[in-house]
């Protein structure tokens, strides 16, 4: 357990002492907030994409950084543009990342294999779209109000779950994620050359 907690603090984990890893957290976060300022209009409601960053972001980030693009990033949305929702926001997405992100790279932040992304994702979306069914419920007082809304966050989910992860598989940006967003480090390997153990007093 020490060990484990030791690499969680490592210089290469956290990862906010990068100024990289700042610039893709912002970025990405920023991508959320833009998503969220605008919605395409479906027969009986509205469909919002801003899930597809999310579940792409979850992918290539490490799970704190993935909380801040779909939590905190979806709160900002929110607070600009729609301001009742903005707390189910932060939960529901920030929830939805973080599983994302740790079933996708597991705890030593590996590339995720397509199969764990697929577990990531389906997650994910599970996730989110009970988040904001009792999440409203609350909100809006009622359940019926709720139900309502909930086709259209089964679809919200599903885009962002099958276009994220097809974004992340299509584009090059997988081969550096764990340069970039590697919370638990491998350890190193001791070297195999023998001559590494051999001593002075062997000559």
């Keep these: 357990m020490s060990n484990f907690w030791g690499a969680f603090q490592s210089s290469r984990g956290i990862g906010f002492r990068s100024a990289r890893k700042i610039c893709v957290v912002a970025l990405f976060t920023a991508l959320n907030v833009a998503l969220s300022s605008f919605s395409i209009t479906v027969p009986g409601g509205h469909l919002y994409l801003n899930d597809v960053a999310i579940c792409f972001a979850a992918l290539f980030l490490d799970p704190l950084s993935a909380f801040i693009v779909g939590g905190a990033g979806a709160f900002l949305g ?16 920030g929830i939805e990342a973080i599983a994302i992100s740790l079933i996708a790279h597991g705890y030593r932040g590996e590339t995720p294999k397509l199969w764990r992304a697929i577990v990531g994702v389906l997650a994910g979306a599970i996730l989110m779209v009970a988040g904001y069914t009792v999440g409203r419920a609350y909100t809006y007082g009622t359940w019926q109000s709720s139900m309502l809304k909930l086709p259209f966050e089964i679809l919200q989910a599903g885009t962002g779950a099958v276009a994220g992860t097809i974004l992340f598989y299509a584009t090059p940006l997988r081969k550096i994620a764990p340069k970039v967003t590697a919370v638990f480090p491998r350890p190193e390997r001791e070297s195999s050359d023998p001559q590494t153990n051999e001593t002075s007093g062997s000559e």
């Design 78 to 93: 929110d607070l600009l543009f729609y301001p009742a929702a903005m707390f189910v926001s932060l939960v529901s997405h």
